[in-house]
């Protein structure tokens, strides 16, 4: 398993924008599909997008789509989160996670992960 650490949340204005990385650990993150899940207050985990093991391929939520950009740095062993446009209802704890399986690309269910980090605040204030 890879070992995941999520930073770059925080407190920000409606209409601004954040930036999340996650950074892990390992020799092999390039073999592994990434995704970003978001947990609001009350809510269930849900996902946010996810982007293929060469980075060639992304796929997002309704909710966040035009506005989010997943990508990622196989060089860095680094997923990022590129949020603009952002909402009080993307208000959330952030996870990052990575799946072993490249079919996790196109399933996108949370149990297909097997990796996740910790998590980050994110915080859009009206």
């Known amino acids: 398993q890879v070992q995941l650490v999520e930073s770059g949340g925080g407190l920000v204005q409606a209409g601004g924008s954040l930036r999340l990385s996650c950074a892990a650990s390992g020799r092999t993150f390039s073999s592994y599909a990434m995704g970003w899940f978001r947990q609001a207050p009350g809510k269930e985990r849900e996902f946010v997008a996810v982007?293929?093991?060469?980075?060639?391929?992304?796929y997002y939520a309704d909710s966040v789509k035009g506005r989010f950009t997943i990508s990622r740095d196989n060089a860095k062993n680094t997923v990022y989160l590129q949020m603009n446009s952002l909402k009080p209802e993307d208000t959330a704890v952030y996870y990052c996670?990575?799946?072993?399986?490249?079919?996790?690309?196109?399933?996108?269910?949370?149990?297909?992960?097997?990796?996740w980090g910790q998590g980050t605040q994110v915080t859009v204030s009206s």
């Open positions: 996670a990575a799946a072993a399986s490249a079919s996790a690309y196109y399933t996108r269910r949370q149990a297909d992960f097997g990796s």
């Open positions: 982007i293929s093991r060469s980075g060639g391929s992304t």
